[in-house]
């Protein structure tokens, strides 16, 4: 239902309906995923929707999986050097609760452990959970 309502969205005059209903939807599940985000058809929620946050300015790359109560934002403090949104590698898994925040990029082959906050890079190949101080490569 989210990408189809995403594709029908940009359908000239029939679109502001289908972007109208998508905000609802959205609304329903708690999340904001603004239409402006390019998300591949080869991203999965497992559980839906449900609580997940992505910022317009966010990248996505192919084949992520995206777990519930996810927060993948930008950082809007003028001047920070964190200023900016993530950039998301390619076949990565974003856990429960994970909040991937400012300009950072997270690296292929990337999983992301439940509730991990993550304002650094991390390199490809990485597994970052919490209680960690360093990151688990492959």
Known sequence: MFFLLREF???PVIGLFFSY???????????????EVDIPKSTRFPHGIHG?????NAIIGERI???????????????????GAPKIGDDCLI??????????????????GSNVSVARDVPNNTTVVIGEHHFITR
């Not at 209903?21 to 239409?35: H, K, V």
């Not at 856990?95 to 292929?108: D, L």
């Open 95 to 112: 856990g429960v609760g994970a909040k991937i925040i400012g300009n950072i990029i997270v690296g292929n082959n990337t999983n992301l």
């Open 21 to 35: 209903f998508y905000r609802i939807y959205n609304l329903l599940y708690g999340a904001s995923i603004p239409l």
């Open 52 to 56: 997940i946050f992505i910022s317009k």
């Open 65 to 83: 999986t995206i777990y519930h109560q996810v927060t993948i934002g930008s950082n809007q403090t003028k001047g920070h050097k964190m200023f």
């Open 9 to 11: 969205s940009a359908i």
